[in-house]
């Protein structure tokens, strides 16, 4: 069964451009999360998709960032126009409600913003 | 808020057993998990603590105590592949969000 795989694996922008991370969850799960870690802090939540719909987004830090979940299955999300401060590891997880409280994390996609 | 607390590095000697300790303050809890990660790596679920009490799986066994909001994941006859960060991370409602902790970084020496 593959696990959680995000796309691209690094990327490095200028300031003010455009970036769009995408994530495949694990098939079946309706769950869908995105985090954020940036310098070595701790990972932050950004927020929850439950099919297509955002359950809780409570975590993005302003209105650059936008994620969708069209159709319930793969997600992006996108940063524009791209900050200094975005610069960090953003990991998307996925899980299944039937499973209890397992999170499957993908390896990330490393965000440099110079 | 939301906020846990654990101690930043920890180093021990392969064969040896190691207790990371977290302390939580959190709103609302449902309970604790623990997930390890290599450098480059995902972060890899561990174990889940939503009662009090110890939970053990092989190697690692973690714990529980909510009176005390405070917990604890235990590593025995430590292995070199064993060094990575490991975090804490608190379940605040029932969606399975969670909050983590800034992480510890194992060392594990020969």
């Known amino acids: 069964e593959a696990g959680v795989t995000q796309f691209p694996s690094h990327s490095v922008i200028e300031k003010g451009q455009t970036v769009t991370l995408r994530c495949d969850p694990i098939?079946?799960?309706?769950?869908l999360y995105w985090y954020r870690r940036v310098m070595g802090k701790e990972i932050k939540f950004l927020l929850h998709f439950v099919k297509e719909s955002k359950q809780d987004e409570s975590g993005m830090p302003n209105n650059r960032f936008l994620a969708e979940r069209t159709g319930g299955t793969y997600s992006t999300l996108k940063v524009q126009p791209a900050e200094l401060e975005d610069s960090g590891v953003y990991f998307c997880?996925?899980?299944?409600?039937?499973?209890?409280?397992?999170?499957?994390f993908g390896e990330g996609s490393w965000l440099t913003v110079v | 808020g939301q906020s846990l607390e654990q101690p930043s590095e920890v180093t021990a000697v392969e064969g040896a057993i190691v207790q990371i300790n977290c302390t939580y303050q959190?709103?609302?809890?449902?309970?604790l998990s623990w997930y390890q990660q290599h450098d480059g790596g995902a972060p890899t679920f561990l174990s889940y603590n939503a009662l009090d009490g110890l939970e053990e799986t092989g190697r690692f066994s973690s714990f529980l105590s909510r009176s005390d909001s405070y917990g604890y994941l235990l590593l025995q006859e430590l292995q070199m592949k064993d060094s990575a960060s490991y975090f804490c991370a608190s379940q605040p409602d029932s969606s399975y969000k969670l909050i983590f902790g800034s992480g510890t970084r194992l060392l594990v020496r020969p």
């Open positions: 098939s079946g799960h309706d769950n």
């Open positions: 997880a996925s899980s299944q409600a039937a499973s209890g409280n397992t999170i499957y």
């Open positions: 959190t709103s609302g809890f449902y309970g």
